[in-house]
T-cell receptor, first 113, second 110 residues
Framework: KAGVTQTPRYLIKTRGQQVTLSCSPI?????VSWYQQTPGQGLQFLFE???????NKGNFPGRFSGRQFSNSRSEMNVSTLELGDSALYLC????????????FGPGTRLTVL | QQQVKQSPQSLIVQKGGISIINCAYE??????FPWYQQFPGKGPALLIA?????SEKKEGRFTISFNKSAKQFSLHIMDSQPGDSATYFC?????????FGTGTSLTVIP
């Protein structure tokens, strides 16, 4: 079974721009969660989508948004990028969501200049 | 506020030794406690997980010890190997959201 894939793997953007990251979950998994990983804060939960609906949301500003498509693929968008948004963005998929094993993708490394 | 507190931040162990990483929490709603291992350039991978109805779970060289009354759980890596050198994250789940510790960088010296 193919694992979780994320594209692109690396991105360089400048302040004020916006960016869209993509995540393809493991086949059959309906839950996709997004995390921001930084050296100082560790993994911070952004949001979870399940069957095309945002089910849970972390404590991030509204510049961070996401969506999930009917095939469970998910995208995350960050608008008006700030230097502090530089991080590794990870997505994780699971069959039903929290409380079950999550499988992480390799992440997208975003650098904001 | 960090929901799950992890220590130490870094750990150096000789090959064959025991690596111990500790985590503590306050929220009694947590009911699933996984540990993840992350190598550079990779996403975290589930290593072992425990639910609060058991006090210990062992899988190969990896053991989770869980103390419900103290709200603490720990990862023990027996016979540590250089290939175990990675960053380890504990996590706790309410059923709605995972909360991660800040990670422990483990280096196993040959």
């Amino acid at each position: 079974k193919a694992g979780v894939t994320q594209t692109p793997r690396y991105l360089i953007k400048t302040r004020g721009q916006q960016v869209t990251l993509s995540c393809s979950p493991i086949s059959g998994h309906r839950s996709v969660s997004w995390y921001q990983q930084t050296p100082g804060q560790g993994l911070q939960f952004l949001f979870e989508y399940f069957s095309e609906t945002q089910r849970n949301k972390g404590n991030f500003p509204g510049r961070f948004s996401g969506r999930q498509f009917s095939n469970s693929r998910s995208e995350m968008n960050v608008s008006t990028l700030e230097l502090g948004d530089s991080a590794l963005y990870l997505c994780a998929s699971s069959l039903e969501g929290a409380g079950m094993e999550q499988f992480f993708g390799p992440g997208t490394r975003l650098t904001v200049l | 506020q960090q929901q799950v507190k992890q220590s130490p931040q870094s750990l150096i162990v000789q090959k064959g030794g025991i690596s111990i990483i500790n985590c503590a929490y306050e929220n009694t709603a947590f009911d699933y406690f996984p540990w993840y291992q992350q190598f550079p350039g990779k996403g975290p991978a589930l290593l072992i997980a425990i639910r609060p109805d058991v006090s210990e779970k062992k899988e190969g060289r990896f053991t989770i010890s869980f103390n419900k009354s103290a709200k603490q759980f720990s990862l023990h890596i027996m016979d540590s190997q250089p290939g175990d050198s990675a960053t380890y994250f504990c996590a706790a789940d309410t059923g709605n959201q995972f909360y991660f510790g800040t990670g422990t960088s483990l280096t196993v010296i040959p």
